[in-house]
């Protein structure tokens, strides 16, 4: 019950600051260990969910946006532009989508410490015109993009996430085979994979864990 009520003030008050700074402060006050924030971290996480379903969004959405407790207000922004994304701009919605779900499943094989030993993209290892153009539109973009998630412009920032990556995405997957013999080559294509989909999914959400069809 007092965890429910901490989140139902939090929401209704719209306070936006870090929960998991005020944790942290009374964590360092009581020396309590690692093993019990972990569990507290875990347990307001699942709390936090159960609020947001609540509110009436679909389970799969929550799990994509709810990574932890850091801002709960900042999280409940980010789900309700998604949710009126998904039901009033759908096309938008979707071209975002399909970035997210195609990058994921590319790199979804590969363990999370593998992936993130992938390392830098190196352009000097391209070897298709449309490799450089993808790359191009990367470094074109991401900027305008974070600008965007910096000001909390949800919907904005996935439309245009969706719009810079859709197409030229699809034209790569056509005529570009990612995992390739040659062990370099195959390691640079998987770091743009993973450049692209982190632009989006560590800031926002994680859109792979949706269940619908494209």
């Known amino acids: 019950r007092a965890a429910n009520a901490l989140f139902r003030i939090l929401l209704q008050k719209r306070w936006n600051f870090s929960l998991t700074e005020m944790v942290e402060n009374n964590f360092d006050l009581f020396s309590s260990g690692k093993e019990v924030r972990t569990r507290l971290y875990d347990f307001l996480q699942e709390r936090l969910k159960s609020s947001l379903r609540e509110k009436g969004c679909r389970a799969d959405l929550v799990e994509a946006v709810v990574r932890d407790i850091q801002n709960p207000f ?16 759908p096309d938008d919605f979707l071209a ?20 993130q030993g992938i390392g830098e993209v190196k352009p000097d290892l391209f070897q298709d015109e449309i490799e450089k153009s993808l790359w191009t539109i990367y470094n074109s973009k991401k900027e305008s993009i974070k600008r965007l998630i910096g000001e909390d412009a949800w919907a904005e920032a996935t439309v245009q996430y969706g719009v810079s990556f ?20 195959r390691q640079n294509r998987l770091a743009i994979m993973k ?3 982190e632009l989006y999914t560590k800031p926002i959400a994680d859109l792979s864990k949706l269940m619908m069809n494209p």
């Open 166 to 185: 859709s197409e030229k995405l699809h034209q790569f997957f056509e005529k570009v085979l990612v995992n390739v013999e040659d062990p370099k080559v």
């Open 195 to 197: 450049e692209i989909n």
């Open 96 to 115: 975002a989508f399909k970035v997210v779900e195609r990058t994921h499943n590319i790199l979804k094989p590969i363990q999370l410490q593998e992936r």
């Open 74 to 89: 900042q999280t409940s922004g980010k789900l309700f532009s998604l949710k009126e994304m998904m039901e009033n701009r």
